[in-house]
């Protein structure tokens, strides 16, 4: 009777422990590890560092052959191939052994003018459609070719990268230049070269109510330097403090932030009314009640 690797390893799997539910309330109340158990999973760990070191090394050994379809693939994009012969060039052959057999279609006839009815999809499912996208990127910077927005304007600015980049310390002329190499994987030469063409760009400029809540977050961390005496050492020193913790520095930090002068084609800071009456409101309601004899009307502040 024979086992496959799965059955072995599921088999191996029962008479492992369950893990425990909670952890960090359980730790305690844990058996100690002995020896035994320490020199086990030092093996095991050793052991899956061995394997990912392996898996590491394939990856980079794909490099080549990568880099061979990446520049086929640039060629055929000089030649404007339309989608579907873009998809056709990015889909494996079929191949029984691997693949399995092919599904048969069953076409059934129905009456004139109308077209005949299949019980199975028109295109194939392509399990690696998702790798599709960077093989196609890496091509189209291969072949100098830029894509275009909404406007017909290029997208990416490929006099950035006409000298080509340097990964891992190794300059290279050309993503397929750095595949051939065998050293660095697919994905650090896509990261590479799309970190330059199409750098994320996260605009903080407009009013957003995420930024509300990161600040108030932050608020209570924001540290201004100021000097003041120090009675043992009788002179006066740089002192970190917290402005949320002192009056002065509070009321000096907020009139700064209102009287700062935005840079030059920033929009100007305003708040309007509804927000300051908001503001106002929340100070009023920090005033001591002795000091609360004359409240700042917030339909008067500006």
């Known amino acids: 009777m024979t086992t496959s690797v799965a059955e072995a390893i599921h088999a191996a799997t029962l008479n492992s422990p369950r893990p425990i539910s909670n952890n ?52 055929l994009l ?8 873009l998809a056709e060039a990015m889909s494996e052959t079929w191949d ?11 076409t059934i ?20 459609a998702q790798q599709v996208r960077r093989y196609k990127i890496l091509a189209q910077i291969e072949a100098g070719i830029t894509p ?31 595949l051939v190499s065998g050293v660095v994987t697919m994905e650090a030469v896509f990261v590479a070269w799309t970190n330059v ?10 009013w957003s109510t995420s930024h509300v809540d990161e600040a108030r977050k932050s608020a209570a961390t924001v540290r201004v330097t100021v000097r003041t005496f120090n009675k043992k050492m009788k002179r006066e020193q740089k002192v970190s403090v917290v402005a949320v913790k002192s009056p002065s520095c509070l009321y000096g930090l907020i009139l700064g932030l209102l009287t700062h002068e935005p840079k030059e084609g920033d929009e100007p800071i305003y708040f309007g009314r509804e927000r300051a009456d908001r503001m106002i409101a929340a100070i009023n309601a920090k005033v001591p009640a002795s000091d609360k004899a004359t409240p700042v009307p917030a339909t008067e502040a500006k």
């Open 109 to 128: 006839q129905v009456g004139e003018g109308r077209e005949p009815y299949t019980d199975v999809p028109k295109t194939k499912p392509n399990p690696y």
């Open 96 to 106: 029984p052994s691997y693949h399995g057999p092919e599904i048969p279609v069953t």
């Open 24 to 75: 960090a309330e359980m730790l305690d109340k844990a058996a100690p590890e002995t020896t035994a158990t320490v020199s086990v999973k030092r093996a095991l760990i050793e052991a899956c560092q061995k394997f990912m070191g392996e898996v590491r090394s394939y990856r980079r050994g794909l490099g080549p052959i990568q880099a061979s379809l990446i520049g086929k693939l640039a060629e």
């Open 78 to 85: 000089l030649l404007k191939p339309t989608n579907k012969e």
């Open 148 to 178: 275009l927005d909404s406007n017909e304007a290029p997208v990416w600015d490929l006099d950035l990268v006409k000298n080509g980049l340097t990964i891992n310390s190794v300059h290279y002329a050309s993503p397929v230049a750095a």
């Open 197 to 206: 063409l199409q750098p994320k760009v996260v605009d903080l400029h407009k």
